[in-house]
């Protein structure tokens, strides 16, 4: 008789934290898209600065070219190619623009050139946090669904496991001056 007040509070318990865990994770896949939306966008704002800097006539041809050439594939990559595309776009932009010396020396020489690269770095700097934070984000899921009994209760459901994003998006040495 003393049992079964136990047992059914046990199960309450229970049932009140799996209510909880698929709760959280519920909300967790939604900060997963919320946070890929965002860094969606900040890589496509990084890849619009690169390109507008490139059409502007501010740097050398061959420069503008190289640059646009890369920033367009990353605006125009699919999603199997899309990482790799803007990896590539971050080797153009550090091989382009790595050299903080020659660049403070085009910045006195067109003032304009100053406004586009200011709006480069800050555009590689929120994509590169905005990376981050996705990548913190999806372990943070991952650490959740790896649970014993989130996978035996398949409380994800028909989720797809959130995937971390690995791109190079280190921010060229002559943003950083």
Not at 58 to 80: H, I, Q
Request: glycine share 4%; with cysteine.
């Amino acid at each position: 008789m003393i049992w079964i007040p136990v047992v059914v509070g046990v199960l309450f318990l229970l049932g009140v934290y799996l209510s909880w865990t698929a709760g959280r994770l519920d909300r967790l896949h939604a900060r997963v898209d919320a946070s890929r939306a965002v860094l969606d966008a900040e890589l496509l704002r990084r890849s619009a600065s690169a390109l507008e800097l490139a059409t502007a006539n501010l740097l050398d041809p061959a420069t503008s070219v190289v640059v646009a050439d890369a920033a367009s594939r990353a605006r125009t990559a699919g999603d199997n190619e899309r990482y790799q595309a803007e990896s590539d776009l971050t080797a153009v932009l550090t091989a382009a623009l790595g050299e903080p010396e020659e660049l403070a020396a085009w910045r006195e020489d067109v003032p304009l050139l100053a406004d586009a690269l200011g709006e480069l770095s800050l555009a590689c700097r929120r994509a590169a946090h905005a990376r981050r934070f996705h990548n913190e984000v999806v372990r943070a899921a991952q650490r959740l669904r790896r649970k014993v009994l989130v996978r035996w209760l398949r409380l994800a459901g028909h989720a797809p496991w959130p995937e971390t994003a690995e791109l190079d998006d280190t921010i060229p040495r002559a943003f950083n001056s």
